[in-house]
Each structure stands twice: as C-alpha cells, then as structure tokens.
C-alpha cells in the first residue's frame, strides 16, 4: 500500500471515532458531577472532623467586607435590643403578678399562678419568667411558692443586663465581646452628660475624669494587661453599678466619698497628683512621689516602681499613678497584691526570699532610726512574714501562697512603708486601748 491510500485510511479512522461537540460537552458535565461529589464528600468529613471555630476578622483594606460586618453586627443588636422589656410591658407584668398572687400579704405566687401569668403575659415576657428562674427563687417556702416582688426584681435586674450588654456592644468595634481602653473612653465620654452628680465638672477636667473612671476598670478586670476587657466582665462587676449610681441627684456626700467615680473623689485623686508635682511639668520623679500619702514609702520600694513601672525619661504618667494609688488603696486585693508582688520581686523569679525580704526591710529599719525607735531584728520579723504566710515552699513565698494566707495587705504593707510596719508592731497595744461610746 502506498502512503497516500495509508494516509486516507488513517484519516477515515480517526474521523469515526472523533466524538461530537454534544458528545464532548456531556462527558464533560459527567466527569464534573462525579468530581463535585468527591469533593462535596471530602469537604463533610473535615467539617466533622474539625467544626469551624475561628472567622478571620476583615481587614481595613476589604472595605465591602468591614461593611457588612458592622451592618449585620448592628441588625443583630437592633433585634436584641427589640427583645427588651419596656415600662409598659414591665408595668403589665407586676399587674399579672398583683392579680394572681395567692396571699396578698406575703405577696407570693404559687407555681399553678406562676404559669398562669406566663400564658397570660407576652412571647417577650415568657422569655424572663420560665420554671427554672421560678426553682431559683425558692426560699423555703412550705407550699413552694415563691415572692412576687423576687421574681419583679430579677425580671428588672435581667432587663438591665440586658440593655447595658447591647449598650456596651455598640462600642465594640472588632464585634469580638471585648471593649479597649479607647472603646471605653468613648463609652464614659459619652454617658458623662447623663449622670447629674458630674454636671459640675469643668470641661477642662473631663479627660482626666474619664482616664481615672478607666483605669480602675482596667486594673481590675485586665489581669493580663492585655489592653482590653470582656464585656462580661464587666457586667459581672459592680463597676457600672457604681458609676450608674451617680445619677441619683440626692446621693449623699459620704456615699460619694466611697465611690471611686464621683467627682469628689477623682478631684481628690488628682489634686493630690497636682500637689506631688512640685515642679509642674505634669509628671512625677521618684522625689516627688516619695511624698505619697503619709511619705513613708521606702526607697526601695520607690525605685522599684520606677524600675517596673512605665515611665517617661525617668518620670511617671497620670496613668501610671492611677494604677500605683489603686494598688496601695486596695491592697487586700488580689489585683493589687499581684501588682505589688511584681514591684517585689527584684530577682524576677517569681517568688520572695530571705534576701529579698531583707533587701525591702533594711529601709525599715533606717526609718526607724529616725523616728529614735529601738530597731527591730530582721530574723524575727522574717519568722513573722513566713509563719504569717505559710509558704508551701519554706525559703520562697510565691504569690499563690500570698493570695491563699490571707494576710497579703499586712505582707506587703510591713516591707513597703513605715506607718504599715509601724501598726503591725503596735498591734496589740492598740487593741487593748478602751473604746469611747
């Protein structure tokens, strides 16, 4: 055969067994199905396997994406915020309440009544009043009945969780359940105008007022010192309880004593930093602050603050002093005790030793030289600082072992100041004077 009949033959073959344009586009779909399915099968095993657990937070520059974060984060508050109980309804429900109770003089409900009210009250309401709120509000009653005004209390008390929880949110840029020092100023800056105890505050000190309200915030509830604090948090506490207090127009001078958030008291606060800033340049050196309270602060104490402590060219911030008054005015505090056990650990070991223990005491003992007082034996009173804290290891207090003894304020106190020793060692003749009626 020669080559152009082989050629044709080739030619002729090739044409019968090429498929057509349908035929190609129908195996194509085909493959595609059984592929799709594969990948579907594979894609349900690691789901279960591993459930998603973490959605990347959209960047700055995914506008489209930060866009419909923030709205459907503002859809979902609105609807919570519609779940609310108003005046109306929750004048509806003590009316419920009043009209079913089975002995008005003890204004209890029984369990039959308690349902009752529940059919009877709105979808809104059922969702605060169910049979296991109605279990915890036992208090041993024969008939298990329980109290109407009880039950009233926490309908309310929930409602402003509630509404205080949605209020927060609103502040919460990143939609992740936290609140930043940023976040926070912006919460108090703007609820400033709607608590009349702080009308007389001058404009000029709003900034230092809402950086004192902060701060204890962040002393207490950032133990991590991460920069920002969960909104449970701060619900859980009785911060926002203090700082709503203010607006009772009637709240009584020693009550507001008592508040870290009243204007009294953070104008006490700061006036004290302005007298400690003898050179008003608006920081404190360790000359300054060695002026604190009764200044009888040590002076190991004192550099160690600087050395710990965040300071500007060798100087301290109003933060900064925010977060040392907070620690020495609370010093029972497990927040606070932890701040100061960080001051004394000068080894950075974690623990306190004989040296270290000794290192802090010497300055004592030189102050009491001053005041003409018989110094006392340093071996003793590390007898007292161990026996008082009860170390699991004998040579090395940690600051479990600190929080665990109880005694943490009279520790810390007796190594850091004068006066704190001073009353540690006139103890007992202090408590044997007589009262006066």
């Not at 133990?223 to 009584?252: H, K, P, Q, T, Y």
């Not at 907070?326 to 080894?347: G, H, M, T, V």
């Not at 072992?401 to 005694?407: E, F, H, T, V």
């Amino acid at each position: 055969m020669d080559l152009k009949s082989l050629l044709k033959q080739k030619i002729r073959k090739y044409g019968e067994n090429q498929k057509t344009d349908r035929e190609n586009e129908e195996i194509e779909n085909t493959e595609f199905k059984k592929y799709l399915k594969e990948w579907c099968k594979k894609e349900e095993t690691i789901e279960i396997g591993i459930p998603k657990f973490f959605n990347k937070i959209p960047k700055e520059t995914e506008p489209l994406r930060v866009q419909l974060r923030e709205e459907s984060r503002s859809n979902l508050l609105k609807r919570k915020s519609l779940q609310l109980l108003d005046n109306n309804e929750l004048h509806e429900l003590w009316a419920l309440l009043d009209q079913n109770q089975s002995n008005s003089e003890e204004q209890l409900i029984s369990y039959a009544d308690f349902q009752k009210v529940s059919n009877l009250a709105g979808p809104k309401v059922k969702h605060y009043i169910t049979s296991v709120v109605f279990a915890k509000l036992q208090q041993g009653d024969s008939q298990g009945r329980v109290s109407i005004m009880s039950l009233f209390n926490y309908v309310m008390r929930k409602v402003w969780l509630d509404q205080t929880r949605i209020g927060l949110s609103l502040y919460d840029a990143t939609g992740q359940g936290y609140l930043t020092e940023a976040e926070l100023e912006n919460y108090i800056t703007e609820l400033l105008p709607t608590l009349p105890q702080l009308e007389g505050l001058e404009k000029s000190f709003h900034s230092f007022y809402v950086c004192t309200a902060v701060r204890k915030i962040l002393f207490f509830l950032d133990v991590v010192r991460a920069g920002r604090v969960r909104i449970l948090d701060i619900l859980a506490c009785s911060f926002l309880d203090d700082l709503l207090e203010l607006r009772d127009e009637e709240l009584s001078k020693e009550v507001q004593e008592q508040n870290w958030f009243s204007a009294p008291s953070a104008l006490r606060i700061y006036g004290h930093y302005l007298n400690l800033d003898r050179d008003h340049n608006g920081m404190l050196s360790k000359s300054e602050l060695a002026g604190y309270g009764s200044g009888t602060l040590t002076e190991p104490f004192l550099d160690r603050v600087f050395q710990t402590c965040l300071t500007y060219g060798g100087e301290m911030d109003y933060k900064t002093y925010l977060d040392l008054v907070l620690a020495l005015e609370n010093r029972s505090e497990p927040q606070a005790l932890a701040y100061i056990f960080r001051i004394l650990d000068i080894k950075n070991c974690g623990y306190l030793d004989s040296f270290t223990l000794n290192y802090f005491f010497r300055a004592i003992q030189d102050q009491m030289k001053v005041h003409d007082a018989e110094p006392v034996s340093f071996q003793d009173v590390k007898d007292e600082l161990f026996d008082m804290v009860r170390p699991k290891h004998p040579e090395a207090i940690t600051l479990p072992d600190l929080l665990a003894c109880g005694q943490g304020e009279t520790f810390v106190s007796i190594l850091i100041e004068f006066h704190g020793f001073w009353a540690y060692e006139n103890r007992e003749a202090v408590s044997s004077e007589p009262s006066q009626d």
